[in-house]
């Protein structure tokens, strides 16, 4: 429950945030015309995301017979805990990585590398395909829209105040230098507040789908183990991916750089891990 209710508490966050700073730019018209906008582009982001993505990696569906292993473990969970098939894609790199997209349940995929497939033992794998499968299950593509969705309002609005600062003349008295550079500061502040928790709700999702796999399998020493594994050879072979997709993967890619916490579209591989077992990530064999 603990990340169910971080979540919502960090949309209520984003949506407040929102509301107040659409009310001090734009009044209620442009708040809500910025909102427009972006509920517009990231609502055909929800429905082509996994075309999108999938063909960004040069994903190739596989078939029963292509893959077995892998089509055998989702198969056998999928029928466990009452989720349709997804299709299943590879994608030709020797980085280990994995990702699930997919506007519902009904319409997911899952892509795994072909680098996870030699790394990783058939329990490991169940358990990096069960939080995958978990990301379906709880819905995240549709979280993380409606996250993008107000996180760019805010952003948007931002611009249109920059435009207004500049276009509008930065004249006056001092009362409106002084509202001017407080008006500037917040143009700063919020789009930056609202990434962050934009950043925060995905690493909260990321808790969640782990918990959710582990719950899927009763075996979350297998996901611990297989964590451990990915972020030691992402390490070596890091992934070529996009910022805007980055949130997808299983371990962030991101070409191996390290942002802080902060800035992480994934929690900390250690906390994961330590959440997974209930002891330090250290003592992972």
């Keep these: ?79 466990k805990i009452g ?8 994608i030709p790199t020797e980085s280990p990585n994995a990702f699930a997209t997919g506007r519902n349940p ?39 829209s409606v996250a993008a969705t107000i996180a760019g309002a805010i952003t948007m609005l931002a611009s249109m105040g920059r435009f207004a600062m500049i276009f509008g003349g930065m004249g006056g008295d001092r009362d409106r230098r002084g509202g001017g550079l407080s008006a500037l500061f917040m143009l700063i502040v919020a789009p930056i507040a609202a990434s962050l928790i934009q950043l925060a709700v995905s690493r909260s999702r990321e808790y969640q789908a782990d918990a959710t796999g582990a719950h899927y399998t009763g075996n979350p020493y297998a996901l611990a183990s297989a964590l451990q594994k990915l972020d030691a050879y992402s390490r070596r072979v890091p992934m070529q991916a996009t910022p805007s997709t980055a949130h997808l993967f299983i371990i962030q890619p991101l070409l191996g750089m390290n942002f802080g916490n902060l800035f992480s579209t994934h929690p900390p591989i250690a906390k994961r891990i330590e959440r997974l077992t209930g002891r330090p990530a250290e003592f992972m064999q």
């Design 1 to 79: 429950m603990g990340n169910t209710f971080k979540t919502a508490f960090l949309l209520t966050a984003l949506t407040l945030l929102l509301m107040f700073f659409g009310r001090y730019f734009g009044g209620q018209n442009g708040m809500l015309l910025a909102l427009a906008f972006a509920a517009v582009m990231n609502f055909i982001s929800y429905f082509f995301s996994d075309k999108i993505a999938l063909a960004m990696y040069r994903a190739q569906p596989v078939t029963r017979e292509q893959l077995p292993r892998a089509y055998e473990i989702v198969e056998r969970l999928t029928q």
């Design 83 to 90: 989720l349709p098939m997804p299709k299943i894609y590879v």
């Design 106 to 144: 009904k319409h997911a995929s899952v892509a795994v590398t072909h680098g996870i497939l030699g790394l990783l033992t058939d329990e490991e794998l169940e358990g990096v395909l069960a939080h995958e499968l978990g990301h379906v299950g709880n819905r995240d593509i549709l979280i993380s």
